[in-house]
């Protein structure tokens, strides 16, 4: 399911980038606060998995 992994990411990137636009610790980038470290890490793994899909 391609198209789902692509559209799960996609959310996961605006999810980030909502938080990440009113949060100073996640906008700085040095460290994510509480809330924005598992966005964060949601948005890196499925961006990985998409990657890796796309080079198989």
């Not at 198209?3 to 996961?12: E, G, V």
């Not at 949601?42 to 080079?55: E, F, P």
């Amino acid at each position: 399911m391609a198209d789902d992994l692509y559209t799960r990411y996609q959310q996961a990137r605006d999810t980030w980038r909502t938080h990440s636009s009113s949060c100073e610790p996640c906008r700085a980038g040095q460290q994510h606060c509480p809330a924005g470290a598992p966005l964060y890490r949601r948005l890196a793994v499925l961006q990985d998995a998409y990657l890796r899909r796309l080079r198989s």
